[in-house]
């Protein structure tokens, strides 16, 4: 039981720090938040047998690095919104070239049996 708790902690907690470094670093914090449940329960079952808390460690480490990244990148980060006529205008654009285009086809020339 201790070793699936470890094994799941593990997994978690490297999610959260490879979501952590990406662009939506949001995203971060759910597995953070179930790597540190799933080292205390490790830790609780390797202090009621006696055994080594080293990889238990390890697990709240690198849950603690992901949520120092994610916390650093909500607080310093800010997400600018650029001009969005620029982008309206390409839309628009692009519509009424799809639209120029789909009458330029000749559907008379088709053989549909």
Known sequence: MRKL???LGIIASV???VLSVLPLSNLAYF???AALIFGMIAFYLSKKNSESIKTVQLVFLLTIISLSISIYKSIFYTV???NTEE???REQESQEDAL????DINLDDLDIE
């Open 80 to 82: 600018e919104v650029g």
């Open 5 to 7: 708790f470890i094994i």
């Open 100 to 103: 120029e285009e789909l009458e």
């Open 87 to 89: 982008l309206e205008q």
């Open 31 to 33: 597995p953070a938040i």
């Open 15 to 17: 999610l959260a720090l």
